[in-house]
């Protein structure tokens, strides 16, 4: 257990619908973040979040929505998506450790499997 | 930009055998590097790190030395067990704490 929870674990979807993907952190982190792993693929960086800021958006498609009410949880909006979507996709945390630094070991959840038909 | 560039997996052994995972990668200054694991079901999990040239990083048994002059940073292990079965991703730390570049990751399975 990471202390990093994911729901759901397993999402099918249309191309029309409209769907979120929810990360809850317990480890009083202040950083978190959003990965996209396809098969045969490096995980990429989606979204970054710092103190609930948006600092990092890897020029991802408005497609997904990020959204951090507050530093412990996430959500990842899906609207319209295509069939390449298709993906795991993990989010993260991480531990600031003074003067806007924050510790390179990141935590995982275990990742949402998304299906889009 | 950086990168990281693992053997092509997947990596299948018996039980006890000793095992090697490449990694290099191409960065700009001095990244720190990182070896995740991925458990069946599991979301990633940090296996060890090394902050700078020559450090070497050790955790359950597994150990990669940070190799500027090669830049490399091998996943060794003497003897494996069925329980290590999974991902291994390689990883650096660019332009900053937050930004990680992963590997493909390479899929091991160990057979009793």
């Known amino acids: 257990e990471t202390g990093v929870t994911q729901t759901p674990r397993h999402l099918v979807m249309g191309m029309t619908n409209k769907k979120s993907l929810k990360c809850e952190q317990h480890?009083?982190?202040?950083?978190m973040y959003w990965y996209k792993q396809s098969a045969k693929k490096p995980l990429e960086l989606m979204f970054v979040?710092?103190?609930?800021?948006q600092t990092e958006n890897n020029s991802v498609p408005s497609r997904f929505s990020p959204e951090c009410p507050n530093s412990s949880h996430l959500f990842l909006h899906l609207h319209t998506l295509q069939p390449e979507d298709s993906a795991l996709y993990l989010c993260a945390s991480s531990q600031e450790w003074g003067w806007g630094n924050f510790q390179e070991t990141q935590y995982f959840g275990p990742g949402t499997r998304l299906l889009v038909l | 930009g950086n990168s990281v560039t693992q053997m092509e997996g997947p990596v299948t052994l018996s039980e006890e055998a000793f095992l090697t995972i490449n990694c290099t990668y191409t960065?700009?200054?001095?990244?720190?590097l990182f070896w995740y694991v991925q458990y069946p079901g599991e979301g990633l999990q940090l296996l060890l790190k090394?902050?700078?040239?020559?450090d070497k990083g050790s955790n359950k048994g597994f150990e990669a030395t940070y190799r500027k002059e090669t830049t490399s940073f091998h996943l060794e292990k003497g003897s494996v067990q069925v329980s290590d079965s999974a991902v291994y991703f390689c990883?650096?730390?660019?332009?900053?704490?937050?930004?990680?570049?992963f590997g493909q990751g390479t899929r091991l399975t160990i057979n009793p």
């Open positions: 990883a650096l730390s660019e332009g900053g704490a937050q930004k990680l570049v």
């Open positions: 960065a700009t200054g001095y990244p720190s």
């Open positions: 979040y710092n103190f609930k800021e």
């Open positions: 090394a902050t700078k040239a020559d």
């Open positions: 480890l009083g982190h202040n950083a």
